[in-house]
């Protein structure tokens, strides 16, 4: 397939690499209108450039990584050379009803919600798209299982998709950075407390996706009776810990619908 990625900033790089690196018989190209940053990303076999039509023709899917108040002058600019391409768009808070309304109703259209561990082949990517283009949203759900999970969902839950999947990466990476700090407090020096940290929560997350079972389970396995996992665990509680992830959570789906 021909991926043409509008917007090489920090998602549309992170896809272009997870596609380069984990997806098998692409063509990528990436625009942005300064280039200098993501040069390197030829030597991944992806083409550069600071011209968004470039390659265009050829695309078999245009992916807009950009900001929602970019979308408009990208527009403009690329549909009157492609016509019948598929439009992915990642843009935060832009809905399929939008973004046909903005395309005239002439262009296939998904919507996609990765997120940035796209590059490692580890995003959660939620897709929703319009019944009738199910043909066209095809391999692009393949591409993107092909960089993580990509389940397709209803519209209505792309924005939550956005909260829980694409931001809950900067939650689970202050969670991280919180236990670093911690560990640093405790003795360990920064690139240990790190490394431990993160291993943790990589391992945490496979046994809950590879047994299916919920967390509250495992977490019965850790807590010994009048342990020190159950007495740091009611603290943290006691704290807000629950309460104010689910409160930060709820506050930036508000923001994305304004
Ligand atoms: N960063 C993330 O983790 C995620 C971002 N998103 C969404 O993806 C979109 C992009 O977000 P980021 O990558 O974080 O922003 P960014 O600012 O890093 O990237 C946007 C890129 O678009 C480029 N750009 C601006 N105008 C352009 C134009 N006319 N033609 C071509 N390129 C142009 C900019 O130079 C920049 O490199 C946003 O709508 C955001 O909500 C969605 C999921 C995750
Ligand atoms: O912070 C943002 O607005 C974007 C959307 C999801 C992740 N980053």
Redesign the pocket.
């Known amino acids: 397939m021909k991926v043409h990625i509008?917007?090489?900033?920090?998602?549309?790089?992170?896809i272009a690499l997870g596609i380069a690196k984990f997806s098998k018989n692409n063509q990528v190209t990436v625009?942005?209108?300064?280039i200098a940053?993501?040069q390197y990303l030829s030597e991944y076999g992806i083409t550069v450039s600071?011209d968004?039509k470039h390659n265009i023709q050829e695309a078999d899917v245009v992916i807009?990584?950009?900001?929602?108040y970019?979308?408009d002058?990208?527009l403009a600019?690329i549909l009157p050379v492609i016509q019948n391409k598929t439009i992915a768009?990642?843009?935060?808070?832009?809905s399929l009803e939008v973004l046909q309304t903005k395309t005239n109703f002439e262009y296939p259209v998904v919507r996609i919600?990765?997120?940035?561990a796209a590059q490692f082949g580890e995003s959660a990517t939620c897709i929703s798209f319009p019944e009738k283009y199910k043909d066209n949203a095809a391999p692009i759900v393949d591409l993107f299982q092909d960089l993580g999970t990509a389940p397709v969902i209803d519209e209505k839950l792309m924005d939550a998709a956005?909260v829980l999947?694409?931001?809950g990466?900067?939650y689970a990476l202050r969670y991280i950075r919180a236990s670093m700090q911690a560990g640093i407090e405790i003795g360990f020096d920064s690139n240990t407390a790190l490394s431990i940290a993160a291993q943790t929560v990589k391992g945490a997350a496979k046994m809950l996706l590879e047994e299916r079972v919920h967390p509250e389970q495992l977490i019965d396995r850790v807590t010994t009776p009048q342990g020190c996992t159950i007495v740091g665990l009611n603290e943290m509680e006691h704290n807000g810990f629950s309460s104010s992830l689910i409160k930060g959570i709820k506050t930036s789906l508000k923001q994305?619908k304004g």
Request: hydrophobic fraction near 35%; aromatic fraction near 0%; include cysteine.
């Open positions: 509008i917007g090489g900033g920090n998602l549309g790089v992170s625009t942005r209108r300064n940053s993501i600071n968004n807009l990584t950009i900001k929602p970019q979308v002058t990208v600019e768009s990642a843009v935060s808070g832009l919600m990765p997120n940035i956005t999947g694409a931001c990466t900067a994305i």
